[in-house]
């Protein structure tokens, strides 16, 4: 038995490991979202970038670290902490369904799969949109998530989308400048 909830509060139970304190009793967490199988390395073309709604990436910069989120804070940057991240492209906040190749034109989001550590609801996130010229961040609220663009690539035989976002899809997103999907 653990002691499952919030020590500052004292609000909680003795649980079975693995379980957490959910409306006042012991639960199994709730399931993961699932993705397809993380793709494939991406190779766009005229027609689309090479990723997919629906799939899910891991996303690395050109040297190979990874976008990663931060411990102490809710933000990504480059080869931070908790890595291999599965983020899941989507259309809008309201649909990931799984879909078509994105259009070298379209627009996508980014729903980060692993959630934050400290919250034992196991809720996913929204990469946001890093407004403001802050850092992009781990996110819940889907109005506030960040809107990309990517342009496909090849350098050294290898493919990768550079991308662009921000709240209209336009501009910088901080640490991610140019990544491989």
Not at 28 to 49: E, F, I, N, S, Y
Request: hydrophobic residues 35%; contains cysteine; glycine residues 18%.
């Amino acid at each position: 038995m653990v002691f499952v909830g919030d020590k500052a509060t004292k609000t909680g139970g003795c649980c079975t490991a693995g379980m957490i304190w959910l409306n006042g009793k012991c639960a199994p967490p709730p399931p993961r979202p699932t993705c397809k199988d993380l793709a494939d390395p991406v190779c766009g073309d005229d027609d689309d970038l090479g990723i997919q709604y629906g799939h899910c990436y891991i996303l690395k910069f050109a040297d190979g670290t990874q976008l990663g989120a931060d411990h102490a804070a809710p933000t990504y940057s480059k080869d931070g902490f908790f890595k291999d991240i599965p983020f899941k492209v989507c259309r809008s906040a309201t649909d990931c369904a799984l879909g078509e190749a994105v259009p070298t034109d379209g627009t996508f989001l980014l729903q980060d799969q692993m959630g934050r550590p400290e919250d034992a609801t196991g809720a996913v996130g929204w990469v946001d949109n890093g407004a403001g010229g802050t850092h992009i961040k781990f996110n819940t609220n889907g109005a506030q998530a960040g809107v990309f663009k990517g342009v496909a690539a090849c350098s050294g035989g290898k493919c990768f989308i550079r991308l662009g976002g921000g709240p209209t899809g336009n501009g910088s997103i901080g640490p991610a400048g140019s990544l491989v999907a």
